[in-house]
């Protein structure tokens, strides 16, 4: 879990800049997404895990000011109940011998799962009909490269990223106590300069240029928003690998 204290210097105001990122499935996807990444039986589902692992991603998109539909914090507390039933005594009487609570959950990912891998073969068909990369025209980029952006990135994968840089940030020492100020604007036409220098960058160096947390946060938000405004595209070569950031 994140640490209570990781992010409490950072603070960015919602009404002047909230972040709305189109195209994202919900709950489901988030929870697949996870179940993915660690290559868990969707039929044995460690829920206390990967509740956990909900409410974080949950914390962090909250911080980031990213627009949470209610349907993300009913799964939560469904997910929570699952938990408290799990870890409560069973009355076969009551219960049944044989009922899972985690059953109707189960049911919901395998159908949900089923419809996302037939989206995403209808997906490489487009791709290979077109003979080109998904959003975008890379023929500008070497040969090399553009065989390297072949999947792109989700929220959850930003997301992930991006928590893994604030944790390491948060364990590094503080020398010094900077005071400056840093907007998401002044963010957003940094990035853009430096993709004017490079066919591409990695997400992790774009967040570690400065050590410090709160221009972590700056530059994801304005990363976010230039996606949305589709300025820029971030990729992958494999899912859940290095993330790289490359203009539209």
Same mark, same amino acid.
């Given at each position: 879990m994140i640490e209570e204290q990781l992010y409490e210097d950072v603070e960015i105001s919602a009404e002047s800049f909230p972040v709305k990122i189109e195209g994202f499935e919900g709950p489901l996807d988030l929870l697949l997404y996870l179940i993915r990444n660690q290559e868990i039986d969707i039929y044995n589902i460690p829920i206390a895990r990967i509740t956990g692992q909900y409410l974080e991603y949950i914390k962090v998109m909250k911080l980031l000011n990213l627009e949470i539909a209610?349907?993300?914090?009913?799964?939560?507390?469904?997910?929570?109940?699952?938990?408290?039933?799990?870890?409560? !005594?069973?009355h076969p009487e009551i219960d049944g011998e044989d009922e899972d609570p985690?059953?109707?959950?189960?049911?919901?990912?395998?159908?949900?799962?089923r419809f996302r891998e037939a989206a995403e073969r209808m997906t490489i068909m487009e791709v290979r009909e077109r003979q080109i990369l998904k959003r975008g025209d890379f023929s500008?980029?070497?040969?090399?490269?553009?065989?390297?952006?072949?999947?792109?990135?989700?929220?959850?994968?930003?997301?992930?990223?991006?928590?893994?840089?604030?944790?390491?940030?948060?364990?590094e020492p503080?020398?010094?106590?900077?005071?400056?100020?840093?907007?998401?604007?002044?963010?957003?036409?940094?990035?853009?300069?430096?993709?004017?220098?490079?066919?591409?960058?990695?997400?992790?160096?774009?967040?570690?240029?400065? !050590?410090?947390?709160?221009?972590?946060?700056?530059?994801?938000?304005?990363?976010?928003?230039?996606?949305?405004?589709?300025?820029?595209?971030?990729?992958?070569?494999?899912?859940?690998?290095?993330?790289?950031?490359v203009r539209l």
């Open positions: 209610g349907e993300y914090l009913l799964m939560a507390a469904t997910l929570i109940r699952i938990k408290a039933r799990l870890l409560m !005594p069973r985690r059953e109707e959950l189960i049911v919901a990912l395998l159908e949900y799962k500008y980029l070497s040969k090399e490269v553009q065989e390297t952006f072949t999947l792109e990135a989700t929220l959850y994968d930003l997301v992930r990223v991006f928590n893994d840089v604030m944790k390491s940030a948060a364990q503080v020398h010094q106590v900077r005071n400056y100020e840093l907007s998401i604007e002044d963010q957003v036409e940094y990035i853009l300069k430096l993709l004017q220098d490079t066919d591409h960058l990695t997400l992790t160096e774009l967040l570690l240029a400065d !050590p410090s947390r709160f221009y972590c946060v700056v530059t994801f938000v304005a990363l976010l928003e230039l996606i949305k405004l589709q300025r820029v595209s971030a990729r992958q070569h494999q899912h859940f690998g290095e993330i790289y950031v």
